[in-house]
């Protein structure tokens, strides 16, 4: 059983509610390839903190603070986090994101731009609204990236 992955242990445990509730929720934080039995130590720092998201799954009212939470994954596996964080706010949970995934990033509703640069370079507010908004700032790096990435996306939609 301790060699089983997550998404196979669904099924296995199907039968006893309290188990399969908890390891649905790491499979839907995008962890269902761990195995039961996986040491903690063996995890990445993105894995830790999803692991510890499913651990507050089914909250209502909650704010959660995530720091990088798409670093390492696949694009599919980030689709999936987005959907899952759209669930999250659905419920009525606020979810604040350090992140600089423009895929992400470009689904919030609310975007805090901190700049110009990184460290001693950066603290300051440079943009806070929409994405779309921060487009038209031209000190905002992520507003130019953001209009970079709208480009590559819409040119690889055909639209």
């Known amino acids: 059983v301790l060699t089983m992955a997550i998404s196979d242990a669904l099924e296995f445990f199907a039968p006893v509610p309290e188990v399969h509730a908890k390891l649905d929720n790491v499979a839907r934080v995008g962890l269902g390839y761990l195995t039961l039995g996986q040491s903690m130590t063996t995890l990445s720092g993105g894995e830790l903190q999803r692991l510890k998201l499913a651990g507050e799954l089914n909250r209502v009212g909650s ?20 959907t899952l964080f759209d669930e999250l ?50 000190e905002s790096v992520t507003g130019q990236a953001l209009a970079n990435y709208d480009s590559v996306v819409r040119a690889g939609s055909g639209g």
């Open 89 to 138: 706010v659905a419920q009525g949970n606020t979810l604040i994101l350090v992140e600089h995934n423009l895929q992400v990033i470009s689904q919030a509703d609310r975007l805090i731009d901190v700049g110009p640069g990184a460290g001693v370079y950066g603290g300051h507010i440079l943009y806070s609204g929409t994405p779309e908004g921060s487009l038209g700032v031209p």
């Open 63 to 82: 704010i959660y603070l995530l720091d990088e939470p798409t670093a390492g994954l696949h694009l599919s596996d980030v689709a999936g986090l987005i």
